[in-house]
């Protein structure tokens, strides 16, 4: 029984190989001076054809750089751009003026209610004398007030109003308890009406503060959606700001994979800018995405790492699933990178090649990678591809 005849059977039963013996060409192939069996490699740069290997108990997620936080910045009323205190990429303490509308109306607008308030309070002292002197000096009790018979008036307090209030004709109690109830009607309408200016001035000084947009905490100016001299409405963004000194990963983990992780678990991550960092899982969002059934998951990256928002990451998560399962495995020098994903050129019935993205696990350690997402066994690639070239060109396979 050969050794190629055992491999092929195990690999068929799905028992987990080694990768020496998994990605191991048939007997008699050879290899050369790469490391790379000789019947694919012809030439110094032919054709590999994909095999199957046991995958590994790690998966590798494409995911970006986020800010820790970042927000939007809208406008709450409408107006027209007077201020812009910087440019993408300025940094702004906390509170410091970011963008300023114009408040010329408004300020007339709080002058007039200034002016309702002087009114309403003048109006309250007015109201409180008179009420003190119903209190101290009724009117109900003046000598002048109502003289009656042409009689002297004095002679009308003590004898023609007490004989009136007998027969019923009047009660000066009564009056007096009126003429205070009036006054102190007064009283309490000036006060209403000094709360109604103190409240209109409130909302005119909202409004000159919703004018007026302040950085909510230190960061940078990500991004301005204004100049000075446009006019927003409300809800109209004006500026994006980030804290950009606490930067996370967010990726899109398969629902299988979430049981596997827990918040605080540490995981190896690959920054574009900043090579390979450990980064912390912070957050684990409770409920999938309902067309991709992925989870959003945050990851915590060091402080000082270096890059900013945006930046492509990598992260290599536990995938204990996976076990006995088999995965195309290629050369890791077929793999290029254009852009921030990698791809390989597939060799096509036609003989042409075709660039196709692919999305690769972590490198096994002897030359080869496997390929989570993209590609499947018995596919033929470029084994190594020069720099520089470009898809669509024919491969005469028969010189290899």
Do not use: C
Not at 109 to 123: F, H, V, Y
Not at 187 to 207: R, Y
Not at 327 to 356: H, M, Y
């Amino acid at each position: 029984m050969t050794t190629e005849y055992i491999k092929r059977a195990l690999l068929t039963i799905g028992i987990a190989l080694p990768l020496s013996v998994a990605a191991m060409p048939p007997s008699g192939a050879g290899y050369n001076n790469q490391g790379m069996p000789n019947q694919f490699y012809q030439g110094g740069a032919g054709i590999y054809r994909v095999m199957a290997a046991p995958q590994n108990n790690n998966m590798i997620l494409g995911g970006s750089v986020v800010a820790m936080r970042e927000v939007t910045l809208t406008a709450q009323l409408p107006g027209r751009v007077e201020f812009l205190g910087g440019k993408e990429g300025d940094w702004f303490t906390p509170k410091a003026l970011i963008v300023g509308l114009s408040d010329d109306a408004l300020n007339a607008e709080r002058r007039r209610a200034l002016a309702q308030l002087g009114t309403a309070e003048s109006m309250l002292r007015n109201s409180r004398v008179q009420y003190s002197r119903e209190l101290w000096a009724p009117k109900s009790r003046d000598i002048g007030r109502m003289p009656g018979m042409g009689m002297p008036s004095m002679f009308d307090q003590f004898f023609t109003r007490g004989i009136g209030s007998n027969l019923g004709m009047g009660n000066p109690w009564l009056e007096r308890q009126a003429d205070l109830y009036g006054q102190s009607s007064n009283v309490q309408k000036a006060q209403s009406q000094i709360l109604q200016a103190h409240s209109g001035i409130d909302a005119v000084e909202a409004k000159l503060r919703d004018a007026r947009t302040v950085a909510p905490f230190a960061g940078v100016l990500t991004k301005k959606f204004v100049e000075v001299g446009d006019t927003v409405q409300p809800g109209e963004p004006l500026v994006s700001i980030a804290d950009v000194t606490r930067l996370q990963i967010q990726v899109e983990v398969p629902v299988r994979v979430v049981g596997k992780l827990q918040v605080g678990m540490s995981v190896p991550a690959r920054l574009d800018v900043g090579g390979q960092v450990e980064a912390r899982i912070a957050q684990i969002y409770p409920a999938a995405h309902v067309n991709r059934h992925t989870v959003t998951v945050k990851l915590d990256l060091p402080a000082g790492t270096s890059g900013g928002p945006g930046l492509y990451a990598e992260v290599m998560l536990p995938d204990g699933n996976s076990r006995g399962q088999l995965t195309p495995v290629i050369p890791e020098q077929a793999a290029v990178r254009r852009g921030s994903l990698p791809a390989v050129f597939v060799l096509g019935r036609d003989n042409k090649t075709q660039l196709r993205l692919v999305r690769l696990g972590e490198p096994l350690g002897n030359g080869y990678v496997p390929v989570l997402s993209g590609l499947q066994a018995g596919e033929q690639i470029l084994a190594a591809p020069q720099p520089g070239y470009r898809a669509g060109q024919t491969v005469n396979q028969a010189r290899y």
